[in-house]
């Protein structure tokens, strides 16, 4: 089999070699490239003409960390791996760091996980400004393995260092210079050879000879370490109470510090290899690819197709949405033309752009300089003047077919032929809001997920008419605003608000069957979710859950269920957050506390619904609850595919994660459901189905598919995907 990576040697008459690091495209580190570059190592210390070494990466990038496209074939016993500790401690430790010569790491591009491992057992390390530097394993559900947790917190401190590997937060090269974890900052042009002649520096004893993993006067005196740890393992705790690999890392970190280095590299190199093997890993590692998988789409991507350039954008209204999307288009600069009906709403669309940048400044995320720059990339219009040379419009007004019809046919008229028009519906069929115009094959949805400057997914919908040069357009402008998109195919409510909807749908039906509002959103939450369906209820506000009912009823009228609960607390002004009082009561910062108040409207909720409370659903464990809320989400999510509204089940995954806050860590929502198992699901459905009626009837994918043992992610192959 051919070698996956390599790395080059070079020796110059300065006497120094350099070794490069070649693995397109990120220089990944595999196991070829790791025995590779013990191998170079081993060549440069035995040659006599070489004194020094530099590391680097080809084509601007260190590396990106070890080789996460073979976690696969490791977890399935594929590829026998080397013995415990054997890169970590033999090659980085006892080759690299221990080498009788020294070596410096250059630094350009990305060195994050196993990459700024080799890069700290170096002795030194030059950068670029714009290099980042990173720890981010545990977004992988993994430590780091390679020795991270031990030099790292050696080089920048336990607080900095904690920060960085708990967060998987990357730093540029500036602050990494700052921080001391390097040691000089150059411009991509002088990199290799300042590095080249730092390590002759050090060859020459100019410059002192620094291990790592031996420095010590960074770190935190014993009593004040301890402290640190105490607080970080309750922050990891407090912020993923289900993960146990953030709490793995923090022990690791601290036996290095309480029984030193070595001992912590043995506890770093024994704990890797377990976690590689966890449920966590697997899942985490499903959603990186997963993502990137996202905007591979059949019969669009793949046609070569180039993105064309999208230089001014025009939004339509500036309410909560429209200002979101152009905060988000403008943090990117795009110039935008913002339309508003009059003056009024003109206004107060620029403000709520000014106060999302204004948040951000408020945070240190963004300079009074940058804020200006930006909002200078904002022009407010009243009509279609500006809108002749527009190369994308959005169209974020109200949920109303009408004004949508008229809104695009005037599009047609007043913006260029080639201008993609995209709307942001989230539930109505493009097909109806383009019939009064000839341009189908320029419009598309661009569905944002509200605060559409800080969430990141954008759902793009395609009809059957959608050009694949729009989707690719699209794509890009996504990709550029740091969303991750979705491609999905035009029905009600497309596929994530599809999918999501039996969410609320069925914790309203089980309140009405007895069960407590607090309990269900409880048990969401310890499962991982942000919040219940009955906050999230809150949030959106009442208004709009209602609405949308409204079309899911017109559309699958078999599976909605008409629960009066909305409703009737709207009638008394309690209609989620905004009005101070939902299910939950908004005091002061929105801490929602639960209120006994909502009782009366839950009797009388099931007093006109006519049933009545089963006591069995009170014995209800959280597990149950859990799976009475997300096997109807399962259920429709095999529709969706079945449909071909989505290409992928992964799609789904990412969807339910980025849309919906579905916990990572359980892989998306089709992942997890086959970890359950499709025949579980199956008959669960079916006993509810029995007992409760039609509204969780298995659909026939999910009922196939748990008869044959297929998992439910597996390719749909009988229908042609509506893309
Ligand atoms: C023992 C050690 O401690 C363990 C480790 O090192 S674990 C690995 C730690 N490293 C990471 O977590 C980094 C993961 N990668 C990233 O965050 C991002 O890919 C990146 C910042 C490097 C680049 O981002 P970006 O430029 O947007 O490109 P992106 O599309 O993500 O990646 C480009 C390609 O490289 C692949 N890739 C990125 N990092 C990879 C890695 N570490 N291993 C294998 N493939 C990788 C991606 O899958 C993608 O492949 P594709 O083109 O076939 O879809």
Redesign the pocket.
């Known amino acids: 089999m051919a070698a996956k990576g390599r790395t080059e040697l070079e020796v110059g008459a300065d006497g120094v070699a350099v070794i490069t690091i070649c693995n397109p495209?990120?220089n990944?580190?595999s196991i070829d490239v790791l025995y590779s570059l013990k191998e170079s190592y081993e060549e440069a210390l035995r040659r006599s003409d070489v004194k020094a070494i530099v590391v680097t990466g080809k084509g601007g990038k260190f590396s990106?960390?070890?080789?996460?496209?073979s976690f696969g074939d490791v977890q399935g016993g594929q590829t026998t791996q080397p013995k415990v500790g054997y890169i970590s401690i033999d090659i980085l430790t006892d080759t690299l760091e221990a080498a009788t010569k020294p070596s410096v790491a250059a630094i350009d591009g990305?060195a994050?996980?196993?990459g700024l491992?080799v890069a700290m057992a170096c002795h030194a390390r030059i950068a670029t400004p714009m290099a980042q530097l990173g720890l981010?394993?545990l977004?992988?559900g993994?430590i780091?393995?390679?020795g991270?947790t031990q030099r790292l917190p050696r080089l920048v401190g336990l607080t900095k260092s904690l920060e960085m590997m708990l967060l998987s937060k990357p730093i540029k090269g500036g602050e990494a210079h700052e921080l001391g974890l390097v040691d000089a900052l150059v411009s991509p042009n002088d990199l290799v050879n300042t590095a080249r002649q730092w390590a002759l520096d050090l060859y020459e004893l100019r410059k002192p000879w620094i291990k790592s993993l031996y420095k010590t006067d960074k770190l935190e005196p014993l009593g004040e370490a301890r402290e640190i740890l105490k607080f970080a393992r309750a922050q990891a705790q407090k912020q993923a109470a289900n993960l146990h690999h953030p709490l793995v890392c923090i022990d690791v970190v601290e036996e290095g510090i309480v029984a030193g280095p070595r001992a912590g590299l043995w506890k770093e190199a024994t704990a890797?290899q377990g976690l590689l093997f966890s449920d966590t890993c697997k899942s985490l590692v499903h959603v990186f690819?997963s993502q990137?998988a996202t905007s591979k789409i059949p019969g669009a991507t793949d046609l070569g197709l180039m993105p064309r350039k999208i230089s001014k954008v025009a939004i339509l209204g500036g309410g909560l949405m429209g200002s979101g999307i152009a905060t988000a288009m403008i943090l990117s600069n795009y110039p935008v033309i913002l339309k508003e009906v009059n003056e009024k709403f003109l206004n107060a669309g620029i403000d709520r752009i000014k106060a999302n940048l204004q948040s951000r400044v408020r945070k240190g995320k963004m300079t009074d300089e940058r804020y200006e720059k930006a909002m200078s990339l904002v022009t407010g219009v009243l009509d279609y003047e500006h809108f002749k040379d527009v190369d994308l419009v959005i169209e974020a007004v109200i949920e109303n077919v009408k004004l949508k019809q008229q809104i695009f046919s005037d599009l047609e008229k007043y913006c260029p032929s080639h201008c993609v028009l995209a709307t942001n519906t989230s539930t109505i069929d493009l097909n109806l809001i383009g019939e009064k115009t000839k341009s189908q094959d320029r419009i598309v949805g661009a569905h944002f997920f509200s605060p559409a400057h800080v969430m990141p997914l954008l759902e793009i919908v395609r009809t059957q008419r959608t050009s694949p040069q729009v989707v690719v357009d699209l794509l890009d402008v996504g990709k550029k605003i740091k969303k991750t998109p979705i491609v999905v195919g035009n029905c009600t409510g497309f596929a994530v608000n599809r999918m999501f909807f039996p969410y609320t749908q069925s914790a309203l039906f089980y309140v009405d069957l007895g069960l407590d509002v607090y309990k269900i959103d409880r048990a969401c939450t310890k499962f991982g979710m942000p919040m219940g369906p009955f906050r999230l209820a809150d949030l959106v506000g009442f208004g709009v859950a209602v609405a949308t009912g409204m079309q899911y009823l017109e559309s699958f009228p078999e599976r909605v269920y008409k629960s009066m609960l909305l409703p009737l607390m709207m009638e008394d002004n309690r209609a989620g957050e905004a009005t101070q009082k939902g299910f939950y009561k908004y005091e002061g910062k929105r801490k929602a506390t639960p209120d006994p108040e909502i009782m009366k409207y839950i009797e009388k909720s099931r007093g006109m619904a006519g049933v009545t409370t089963d006591p069995e659903l009170l014995k209800l464990s959280e597990k149950d609850i859990v799976e009475m809320v997300f096997f109807p989400v399962i259920n429709e999510a095999c529709r969706v595919l079945d449909e071909g509204i989505a290409v992928k089940a992964s799609d789904l995954d990412i969807a339910s994660i980025f849309g919906m806050g579905f916990p990572p860590y359980r892989g998306g929502v089709m992942y997890w459901a086959d970890s359950i198992g499709a025949k579980y699901i199956h008959g669960k459905l079916q006993e509810w189905t029995k007992r409760y009626g039609g509204f969780f009837k298995p659909c026939s994918y999910l009922a196939e598919r748990a008869a044959k043992g297929i998992p439910l992610s597996a390719p749909v192959k009988k229908v042609q995907a509506r893309l």
């Open positions: 495209p990120v990944s580190l990106g960390g070890f080789d996460i496209s990305l994050l996980g196993g491992e981010p394993e977004q992988l993994i780091p393995g390679f991270g890797f690819f990137r």
